[in-house]
């Protein structure tokens, strides 16, 4: 008999933490992720649904050079900064982030509350990551990211 594709994504363990180097694992220590795409088996694109409480960073401010991003907002309020700026985003928005377009984005809860939201994003070879603003960036080598410095050297 065949397994059902559906779940119920509080079953799916949550990870805490940041593969990131510090100083900037700190940031991110806080930050909640169920991997709902890895537990439903998908391979081109992972699926999170991340819980932030207050004061936690989504991330350091990225972009990427392959993987489209996309982010939907579920419950509370995040602050999304990128080079436009602040945007306040609350349930039922959502944000894009196209591969290869250099914007720096992360999501701040400056809220006394927690706030969730999905993250999508694809899984393609080769992916690179840069961080504006920080001497910081990352190789995905499958399934982690290494990361260096700016001028090569590795953390």
């Known amino acids: 008999m065949a397994k059902s594709p559906v779940f ?13 180097p510090e100083p900037f694992r700190s940031k991110c220590a806080a930050r ?6 890895d537990h439903a088996g998908l ?9 932030m409480p207050p004061g936690v960073m989504s991330a350091m401010r990225h972009w990427h050079t ?11 309020e995040l602050v999304l900064l990128t080079d436009a700026g602040e945007t306040v985003m ?10 290869g377009a250099p914007d720096g984005h992360c999501l701040v809860n400056r809220s006394d509350k927690d ?3 999905l993250e999508v994003g694809d899984r393609l070879p080769g992916d690179e990551v840069d961080y504006p603003g ?10 982690t990211a290494a990361f260096f410095r700016k001028d090569g050297t590795p953390y």
């Open 115 to 117: 706030a969730v939201y």
């Open 32 to 37: 909640e992720k169920r991997r709902l795409g």
């Open 90 to 99: 609350r349930p039922g928005m959502a944000a894009g982030f196209p591969a």
């Open 134 to 143: 920080i001497d910081m960036r990352a190789a995905f080598k499958s399934p």
């Open 43 to 51: 391979k081109n694109f992972g699926v999170n649904l991340v819980r």
């Open 8 to 20: 119920d994504p509080k079953a799916v363990p949550a990870v805490t933490g940041s593969g990131y």
């Open 66 to 76: 392959k993987q489209d991003e996309f982010i939907y907002m579920i419950e509370g």
